[in-house]
Nanobody, 115 residues
Framework: QVRLVESGGALAQPGGSLRLSCTASGTIFSGNTMGWYYQAPGKARELVARISSGGSTVYADSVKGRFTISRDSTKNTVYLQMNSLKPEDTAVYYC?????????WGKGTLVTVSS
């Protein structure tokens, strides 16, 4: 089993920045992918960004150039640096750990972008 703990969600002003963190614990295997998804009220969960164990990244078009995903494999931690925040970024952000086609999810952290 894998447990994911997210942190960093908060209220931010438009144009501001936040940094999310997610640490995985439990049975951790190499070759995993970690990432972030978001879910706005009444909408489906969608990809924000993900990063492979080799460092390959994928971003949603809506966040390219504003968000940066990174990881520290020695700490089993993935980060999401969120800059130039917009009100439409408001959502619950969920951490994903994927290995061997199995997905594990965190409980989510709320990001609210509002003036």
């Amino acid at each position: 089993q894998v447990r994911l703990v997210e942190s960093g969600g908060a209220l931010a002003q438009p144009g501001g920045s936040l940094r999310l963190s997610c640490t995985a614990s439990g049975t951790i295997f190499s070759g995993n992918t970690m990432g972030w998804y978001y879910q706005a009220p009444g909408k489906a969960r969608e990809l924000v960004a993900r990063i492979s164990s080799g460092g390959s990244t994928v971003y949603a078009d809506s966040v390219k150039g504003r968000f940066t995903i990174s990881r520290d494999s020695t700490k089993n931690t993935v980060y999401l640096q969120m800059n130039s925040l917009k009100p439409e970024d408001t959502a619950v952000y969920y951490c994903l750990y994927r290995v061997w086609s199995m997905d594990y999810w965190g409980k989510g952290t709320l990001v609210t972008v509002s003036s």
